[in-house]
């Protein structure tokens, strides 16, 4: 229990003191005007006070995944733990606020075109399309689980489910933000809240087993290689590249600079400990890392959820279970819809301001990404799941190589972002070498092949540095 309780600590500690350095660096302007007002369209761009777009940012990027990665990470046993602290304070915040910052300081701009701008057009049209697609696939992936529970609650056919919540899905996507999103998610991101703070509750006055500490003997319990597995196995709740396709909607909507620090840092760090207080419980419920894999088994994260919830809970927490099994993921799944719908927007739209308020060059681009989600989510998907978690953190890395070039340019210290960019870049160079759905080497061969192109990438980086070091001394001397 000493573990855990530390790891809540030091993640509130790292959001009230790193948060601030992390800002100091950044430099905010508390009198620059927001694209809330600078662009303000009734749609998009619509001020909202920082409390509901901390909710909304919080349910945006987390939904089901700092549950079910967490009770999937548990597998590690407590070395999770250090993953999420040092992961989410280090690489997840300092991420999702950047990501934030930068569209908030580039007019709300969308992740590929602050790629395209700091890492150049190539790199833009790469993760266009990797956006894109990961974003269809989450919305898809974050389809099918709700709609089966529908299913099996109400006995309305599997299809008919799914056309409900598209529709719902459509709606969300070309209404305001204020109208679905910024009156029903504060009250979805409290349910969030409550449902951790109700399982902390019980897991430490009710469960007869205490969470178990980290210690040598249980450092790798499940002889998993820990490195780099157990950094895609956790994404939400350390770092995940999906939280930098959500920002920018709240970024839209923010009222003043000096808020982005509760929001985009504060939001992570929240998702953080729902992520601790999640994979704790499945420790700790399940008797250690053994009954948790045999769980896990036989019924998936969402058997594993329930489970605990109702044993715990009793009546609340099956209702809880429910509620986040299928409000959660469908929370998740309209957002990256109005994200993708937005990337999109961006994308082919050659004059942005003539698009505005075309509700139905709206609803064309809402369709275009909702189509091939609809179909995603009645097919068995799962080889293409496979390859999401890469993905996502494939994004995520640029993401954070982005906001690294952006220090460089601006002068400032780059290393806040420097470090976690290469240790992701070795994350995703050895994962996909040596993960099944990657290429499945030999752990050896995979490591060998991942550290060459990190220390390649790493070569690149010291470039930049030089480059634009000179760049700043030349235009000092000026």
Known sequence: MVTFFASIALLIG???????????????DPNKQTPAYEKFDSLDYVPMKWWKGSLIQLLNIAGLGPIFGAVMGALYGPV???????????????????????????GGAQYPALVGKYLGANMRKIINVVSLVLMILVAAAFTAGPAQLITSVTSLPFIVSLIIIFAYFILATVLPVNKIIGRIYPLFGAVLIFMAVSIAFALIFISKESVPNLTLENLHPQEL??????????????????????????????????DGRKVFFGAMIGEGVITLIWAAAAMTFFNGTGGLQEALAAGGPSAV??????????????????????????????????????????????????????????????LSVAVPAFYLSTIDYSFLWRYVGWTNQVVATVMLWTATIYLLQHAKNHWICGIPSMFMTAVVCCYIFYAPEGLGLDYGLSMGIGTVLTLFVGGWYIKQIRTYTNQNINTQVA
């Open 14 to 28: 790292g959001y009230a003191i790193y948060s601030k350095v992390v800002e100091r660096i950044f430099v905010i």
């Open 80 to 106: 999770a733990f250090i993953w999420i602290v040092i992961g989410c304070i280090f690489a997840g915040a300092v991420h999702d606020y950047f990501s934030g910052m930068l569209s908030l300081r580039h």
């Open 225 to 258: 290689p820990i490195w780099p597995l157990l950094m895609v196995t956790i994404s939400c709740g350390a770092i995940s590249g999906f939280h930098c396709t959500q920002s920018p909607i709240v970024a839209r909507t923010l009222k003043n600079e000096k």
């Open 305 to 366: 959820v329930n489970e605990i919830s109702t044993s715990w809970l009793g009546t609340l927490g099956g209702i809880l279970a429910i509620l986040g099994v299928i409000i959660l993921p469908i929370t998740t799944g309209d957002t990256a819809l109005r994200s993708s719908r937005m990337i999109l927007e961006d994308l082919v739209s050659k004059n942005h301001k003539e698009e505005k308020g075309n509700k139905k060059a709206t609803f064309i681009y809402t």
